[in-house]
């Protein structure tokens, strides 16, 4: 019983230590920068190919240029940019990346 009620208190301090620690804004200094390049790449490859089958089914998320090649280091600025433009988004917590990095895209490549 004891151990469990150590457990669990670990866990909730883990928590909110993590809530704290990974934000978009911190994850870009603190988190391990491999694993975060890498999950920044993968999301803004899925993010290009969600935009160009939107794109062949009506009007697209972002309009990037027809011949721009759009890959991980382009997105990481993408989205120091978006962070320097947007300081509202320092707070957000890493899992929603994905929506954060969608409002890089439009705010970089608005559609017009």
Same mark, same amino acid.
């Given at each position: 019983?004891?151990? $469990? ?33 890498? +999950? ?20 697209? !998320? ?13 997105? +990481?600025?993408? $989205?120091?940019?978006? $962070? ?7 707070? !957000? ?13 439009? !705010?970089?490549?608005?559609? +017009?």
């Amino acid at each position: 019983m004891k151990f $469990l009620v150590i457990a669990l208190y670990a866990m909730s301090f883990g928590s909110a230590c993590a809530k704290e620690q990974y934000t978009v804004a911190s994850a870009l200094t603190k988190a391990n920068q491999a694993w975060l390049n890498e +999950r920044i790449e993968t999301i803004g490859t899925t993010l290009m190919w969600a935009n160009d089958y939107a794109n062949d089914n009506g009007p697209g !998320i972002f309009c990037p240029p027809p011949n721009a090649t759009v890959a991980g280091p382009q997105w +990481r600025l993408m $989205l120091e940019h978006t $962070l320097k433009a947007m300081p509202s988004y320092h707070d !957000i917590e890493l899992e929603k990346l994905p929506l954060v990095m969608i409002s890089a895209a439009e !705010i970089t490549f608005p559609c +017009r």
